[in-house]
């Protein structure tokens, strides 16, 4: 049962554009969110966090917001550069310290 | 955030076979997981390593195939026992000091199962 999905498998944005990146959750209990990046061979690197007591985090060119009551969160990332093409995944964890994973979006930035 | 360094990087081992796969963190940390990456699809939690017990594994893992070792807070070992090529992944180490921090990841075992 997956309980962090991710529907968009992939997203090509145009260098300088904006790359928003969606992801939806199912389990109530979940109160801290989380977005990786990974490139392929590397292990995921943390992009940026939210706790479920704020709606919105912003860390340099990566926004995260946080939609409590849809159960929604997306991932802003302003503008694109070529070096942000890789798979993002977004992932939740509740009281138990564990993450669960969306499948992954692929972001291709184009030139 | 701390550092994992995870080894090896990759292996291809022969079906029947184990491998052990080495995670040590350059810092203490609270917990340590073990996830597989199948090709194509998301982070897969097999298992929480527990300091000094034995792991506690998810649904559909089990300790006779993914013996898992945490001798203390910094060290942790997952072994693949008994390979078949449904075992072909990226195998990846985790740790984390607190509920609300980030977990942070090795660089993963590529494993391909002839």
């Known amino acids: 049962d997956q309980q962090v999905k991710q529907n968009s498998p992939s997203l090509s944005v145009q260098e300088g554009r904006i790359s928003i990146l969606n992801c939806d959750y199912t389990?109530?209990?979940?109160?801290?969110f989380l977005w990786y990046k990974k490139y392929p061979a590397e292990g995921p690197t943390f992009l940026i966090s939210?706790?479920?007591?704020?709606d919105k985090n912003e860390d340099g060119r990566f926004t995260v917001f946080l939609n409590k009551s849809a159960k929604h969160l997306s991932l802003h990332i302003v503008p694109s550069q070529p070096g942000d093409s890789a798979v993002y995944f977004c992932?939740?964890?509740?009281?138990?310290?564990?993450?669960?994973f969306g499948a992954g979006t692929t972001v291709t930035v184009r030139a | 955030s701390a550092v994992i360094s995870q080894k090896p990087s990759r292996d291809i081992c022969q079906r029947g076979t184990s491998l052990t796969i080495q995670c040590q963190v350059d810092?203490?940390?609270?917990?340590m997981f073990w996830y597989r990456q199948q090709p194509g699809q998301s982070l897969t939690l097999i298992a929480t390593?527990?300091?000094?017990?034995?792991?506690?594994?998810e649904s559909g893992f089990v300790i006779d195939k993914f013996p898992i070792s945490r001798p203390n807070l910094t060290f942790s070992t997952l072994t693949v026992s008994n390979m078949s090529p449904e075992d072909s992944s990226i195998y990846l180490c985790?740790?984390?000091?607190?509920?609300?921090?980030?977990?942070?990841f090795g660089q993963g075992t590529r494993l391909t199962v002839v």
């Open positions: 992932a939740a964890s509740g009281n138990d310290y564990k993450l669960s």
């Open positions: 389990n109530s209990m979940f109160d801290y």
């Open positions: 939210i706790s479920s007591i704020k």
């Open positions: 810092s203490q940390v609270t917990m």
């Open positions: 390593a527990n300091q000094g017990s034995e792991a506690t594994y």
């Open positions: 985790s740790g984390r000091t607190g509920r609300n921090t980030e977990a942070f």
